[in-house]
């Protein structure tokens, strides 16, 4: 008959309804013998450690041993019917007056010694086993007998390097005579527990059932062992610190073994040993999705596509550094020390030593620090003395950061990019080792940091170098178009150019939307209505997540408020794009200090929809200047509205009756003066001088306003009455022109040979590109030295939410471009 193991852990053992669903597990299994390895009921263990640890200090643990009676009784009246159940809870009870007699003795001598620690410990796992095997026996679905075995009438185990270790001639003897040969059938086996060579009952560690199951895999000739737990499978990190973190299909014993040393405690690191010597495959899986296939462990995985194939972190670290020029060139310095660990039975986690053999450096657990300082004292006493060796220094609150996979052996680069993401995410290391076998690469780094860190580094190996965390503001006009735009194209951008734009904040002037992974497109107009109040600090710390690679915060306001965070924000680690004029067109050395932080702080400041929306006018001038051409005059129609009334006024009728009919149209402002007084167009004057290389600001610039002076400071209703006064002299500028051949248009002017800018209104001759465009188009027109004879012309729509939108969404390509291009 084959057999096969299954473990269940506490996680999959919580309640009743866990049981059940492990029970169901069990019986829809193929035909063969199953061995059921399981642990204690979910927290059951460190309830049981608990009354120790109180009753030692002679604390009370009365209510403590009532909440394990009311758990266990509860389950037990839930699941298995009276007889049976009287029976558990008879042997229950009278363990539970055992463990009452242990605690009042301990009380009395205030300690614990290791063996009563692991005798009422390991109770949990027999309450656990007799419980399943009862409810199997119960459903009576699978042919053949159900059992309940006692790990420890079969397993001897003694205590090696790492921990216990199987002392396998007794274990197999033993395991024979409990579980003959020729039974057929289910065995339910407590995990965790065991004994030691003199007969007294011992635990293979805290999570030692997974060891257990291996261990039964290898006694019973098993060809699989399913790990069961509440995760899908081995992932490549820990999701409760990595949330971006996903299963890994296949891994070899060693990664496995390697990853669960550093911390992954999804699998005990010594079960890997007993499958590895029986060639045993171990899956991984998750009891509340029995149907995905989980985590293969074998010693050779078919796929070995990822460099990097998981991530993990332990706290509780000391670092200690012996540190001495005595040590230099003295053969013999690392063997004494570690002779003296060894011989204290202190555990080293990672030792790091330069060449120069100055200094040795290692990592302990931080409940150690203090005896190993002693120790290490101890055995380097004369060359303390002696001055040879100056300083022992320990620093507590440590943790380890380690990147495994075998796919990294031999590859250079890894290293690379993860002391780079590390020094990005601002993370100090104060030690590094890498194993020979170039299966890992660990840092030491201080625990305050682990989570912060573990996210960064899972970031830049598994993420697309183009996931953006993208937070928006001023969901307006252009806002809203530019979320729809993202919208439509998000699922193109992924699957063709592997881009992952995650909208995760959106944030109007009174309200907030923040989603974790991303928002739902479709309806964030709702949720952002029933959204929190807007905290403009939160919303930057939600969008800048640790775990993902990138942050760019899109404004779509006209607010000088937001403008001036840029400063912050650049310098932060954030890229910020925007159509919002008033950061370059405000005061010039704000202007420069942008330029210079993202310079410094490597970030990316695009803002092409300043001018001319989704023309390329911005990127043009920056390519002019950039490819060492000389722009000698940037001149043009910079303005939608006022490129619309002048292509429309013609005398035949009132320049005041156009300006009404296009506001009644919505081609203007609500308050049309903000147009007519030419400001927006002088903010875009500026913008392309400052951009093209001079140091000008909005009081340098000469703007004709079409408000007429009388008009400045009247309501919106008497500005539109009384503009019919004016007329008469715009008509007459128009008949002027007519006259001449020419035309109007409003036009701003930057002449950068003279350094002087102006923006007003003037006329052009018929043939001049100026008199020929479309309602609402814009047109730049460059002189440059290259462009001399024939100007360069950028003509087309450059207003309306639509198309300033477009030129938002291209900056935003544009920087994904740009950041995977430095990623790579
Ligand atoms: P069980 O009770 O089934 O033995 P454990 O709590 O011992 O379960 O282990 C499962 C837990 O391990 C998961 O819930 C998860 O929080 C944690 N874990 C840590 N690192 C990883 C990782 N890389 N992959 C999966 N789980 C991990
Ligand atoms: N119940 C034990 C523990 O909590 C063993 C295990 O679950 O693997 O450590
Ligand atoms: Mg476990």
């Known amino acids: 008959m084959t057999w096969t193991v299954h473990k269940f852990g506490g996680t999959s053992l919580a309640d009743a309804a866990c049981f059940r669903r492990v029970a169901d597990i069990v019986v829809s299994q193929p035909e063969g013998n199953l061995a059921v390895v399981v642990s204690a009921i979910g927290g059951v263990t460190d309830l049981l450690l608990g009354l120790i640890d109180q009753a030692s200090n002679d604390q009370p643990v009365a209510a403590s041993i009532e909440e394990l009676r009311s758990r266990y009784q509860g389950m037990v009246a839930e699941l298995i019917s009276e007889n049976r159940a009287n029976e558990l809870l008879r042997q229950f009870t009278d363990e539970l007056e055992d463990i009452d007699s242990v605690l009042k003795a301990l009380s009395v001598v205030k300690a614990a010694s290791d063996g009563s ?35 420890r009438d079969i397993l001897v185990v003694e205590s090696g390097e790492m921990g216990p270790t199987v002392v396998w001639e007794p274990t197999r003897k033993q395991c024979k005579r409990v579980i003959p040969d020729d039974y057929q059938g289910v065995v339910v086996v407590t995990g965790f527990i065991a004994r030691n060579r003199e007969g007294l009952q011992t635990t293979l560690g805290r999570n030692g059932s997974d060891y257990s199951a291996s261990i039964f895999g290898s006694l019973l000739g098993a060809g699989v062992v399913h790990i069961w737990t509440d995760v899908e499978g081995v992932m490549t990190g820990d999701p409760s610190r990595v949330p971006e973190a996903t299963v890994i299909d296949e891994i070899s014993y060693n990664e496995a073994m390697e990853l669960a040393y550093f911390g992954t405690k999804v699998i005990h690191p010594q079960t890997m040993a007993p499958a590895l010597a029986h060639g045993i495959s171990i899956r991984i899986r998750g009891t509340f999705s029995p149907e ?245 600090e939160r919303f930057v710390d939600h969008v800048q997540a640790d775990h993902l690679p990138h942050t760019v915060l899109i404004d779509c306001t006209a607010e000088d408020s937001i403008a001036n965070r840029y400063g912050q924000w650049l310098e932060r680690g954030i890229h910020v794009i925007t159509p919002n004029k008033r950061a370059h067109s405000g005061a010039m050395d704000y202007y420069a200090d942008l330029k210079r932080i993202s310079h410094r702080a490597n970030t990316h400041f695009l803002y092409e929809a300043t001018v001319g929306a989704g023309l390329p006018v911005i990127q043009t001038v920056k390519d002019l200047v950039e490819t060492g051409d000389e722009i000698t005059r940037i001149s043009g129609i910079l303005s ?131 008199a020929n465009i479309n309602l609402t188009d814009n047109i730049v027109q460059f002189e440059t030295r290259r462009y001399c004879e024939n100007p360069l012309i950028i003509r087309g729509p450059g207003a309306g939410p639509e198309v300033t939108a477009a030129g938002v969404f291209a900056d935003l390509l544009r920087l994904c471009s740009m950041l995977s291009a430095n990623n790579s």
């Open 117 to 151: 620690r692991d005798l009422v410990a390991g109770f949990g796992e027999l309450w656990s086993a007799r419980l399943l095997a009862a409810l199997l026996e119960e459903g009576g679905q699978r042919s053949g007998a159900v059992a309940c075995v006692d790990a």
């Open 292 to 536: 995905r296939p989980g985590t293969q462990i074998t010693a050779t995985p078919e796929r070995q596509d990822a460099l990097v194939k998981g991530i993990s972190g332990i706290d509780g670290i000391a670092l200690v550094n012996l540190e001495g020029a005595g040590m230099i060139g003295v053969p013999g310095t690392a063997d004494r020390l570690f002779g003296a660990l060894r011989e204290a039975a202190i555990s080293v986690t990672l030792i790091s030593q330069g060449s120069s053999e100055h200094s040795i450096c290692f990592a302990v657990p931080e409940e150690s620090a203090e005896q190993v300082k002693a120790v290490v004292e101890r055995a380097f006493a004369v060359e303390l003395a002696q001055g040879q060796v100056q300083n022992i220094e320990v620093t507590t609150g440590c943790g380890v950061l380690a990147v495994v996979g075998d796919g990294m052996a031999g590859l250079p680069g890894v290293a690379g990019r993860f002391f780079r993401t590390l020094g990005s995410a601002g993370v100090n290391v104060r030690a590094i080792a890498q194993g020979a076998s170039e299966r890992n690469i660990s840092a030491v780094i201080a625990s305050k940091d682990m989570t912060r860190a573990l996210r960064a580094v899972h970031g830049s190996f598994y993420l697309s170098a183009k996931t953006v965390s993208i937070g928006l503001v001023g969901p307006g006009s252009v806002g809203s178009a530019l979320l729809e735009q993202l919208a439509g194209e998000a699922e193109r951008l992924r699957q063709n150019f592997n881009l992952d734009l995650r909208v995760r904040a959106v944030g109007s002037s009174s309200r907030m939307l923040l989603a974790d992974r991303r928002i739902d497109l479709g309806r964030w107009r709702d949720d952002l209505k029933s959204g929190e109040d807007i905290d403009l």
């Open 640 to 770: 939608g509205t006022l490129a619309y009334l002048f292509n429309v006024f013609d005398a035949t009728q009132p320049f005041s009756e156009i300006v009404r009919e296009a506001r009644a149209r919505g081609y203007t402002e609500p308050d049309p003066r903000d147009d007519l007084s030419g400001m927006d167009v002088a903010r875009k004057a500026v913008i392309l001088a400052r951009e093209a290389g001079l140091t000008m600001g909005l009081a340098d610039l000469e703007v004709e306003s079409l408000v007429p002076a009388a008009l400045v400071d009247v309501s919106i209703d008497e500005f539109l009455e009384r503009l019919v006064d004016f007329d008469a002299p715009m008509a007459e500028r128009y008949q002027q022109a007519q006259k001449d051949d020419r035309v109007l248009r409003y036009v701003a002017d930057v002449d950068l040979a003279h350094g002087t800018a102006n923006v007003r209104l003037a006329s052009y001759p018929l043939d001049h590109p100026f």
